[in-house]
């Protein structure tokens, strides 16, 4: 049973930049959710996706922006990067209204 | 609005010897409560949850956390520490009724003297 799967594991881009990162979620989940973990930090919440919109969002600017396709994969995109989005971008899967969600092992994101 | 404390920041502790990770919790309704590990550089894995019944909830690797509503915390213990559960451990409270976000606290860094 294939668990989350996240790519690219690593990526640098340089400010201003745009990027996109990938998430599959669990065999049999349908709930997507996306952290961004800094240095040091604990993960805190970007967005959550459930059929296909957008079910609830963290405090973070429009730049983030993200999408779930009919197979329940997302996708992550940042828009203009800034050296403070260097961070470990976590996704999340969940089953519906289940609570627990299982992590991916995370893309590693470095904006010079 | 909801918050998890973790106060420690770093534990040591020597090989077989007992643990306790404190996790205060700050949330107006029954929690949904969870504590993750973290290995360098790797995801989340679940080591256990709570979401109501008995509160000493067992976990993978021969963890355990136990609730207590009235001091508002979810400690995480371990009988006998293995070199092998170095990593940071985070506690996360989860909001039921609107299926959503996680918020989590900032960690606790553990490292096992041999």
């Known amino acids: 049973d294939a668990g989350v799967t996240q790519s690219p594991t690593h990526l640098i881009k340089t400010r201003g930049q745009q990027v996109t990162l990938r998430c599959s979620p669990k065999s049999g989940h349908d709930t997507v959710s996306w952290y961004q973990q800094a240095l040091g930090q604990g993960p805190q919440f970007i967005f959550q996706y459930y059929e296909e919109e957008e079910r609830q969002r963290g405090n973070f600017p429009d730049r983030f922006s993200g999408h779930q396709f009919p197979n329940y994969s997302s996708e992550l995109n940042v828009n203009a990067l800034l050296l403070g989005d260097s961070a470990l971008y976590l996704c999340?899967?969940?089953?519906?209204?289940?609570?627990?969600?299982?992590f991916g092992p995370g893309t590693r994101l470095l904006v010079l | 609005a909801q918050s998890v404390t973790q106060p420690d920041i770093h534990i040591t502790v020597s090989e077989g010897a007992s643990l306790e990770l404190r996790c205060n919790y700050s949330y107006g309704a029954t929690p949904y409560l969870f504590w993750y590990v973290q290995s360098p550089g790797q995801g989340l894995q679940l080591l256990l949850k709570y979401f109501s019944g008995d509160t000493l909830v067992q976990g993978i690797k021969g963890f355990e956390a136990e609730f207590k509503r009235s001091q508002s915390s979810f400690n995480l213990r371990k009988p006998s520490v293995h070199w092998s559960d170095a990593a940071e451990y985070f506690c996360a409270v989860g909001d039921g009724g609107s299926q959503g976000n996680l918020i989590f606290g900032k960690g606790t860094k553990l490292s096992v003297k041999p």
């Open positions: 999340a899967s969940s089953q519906g209204s289940e609570e627990t969600q299982y």
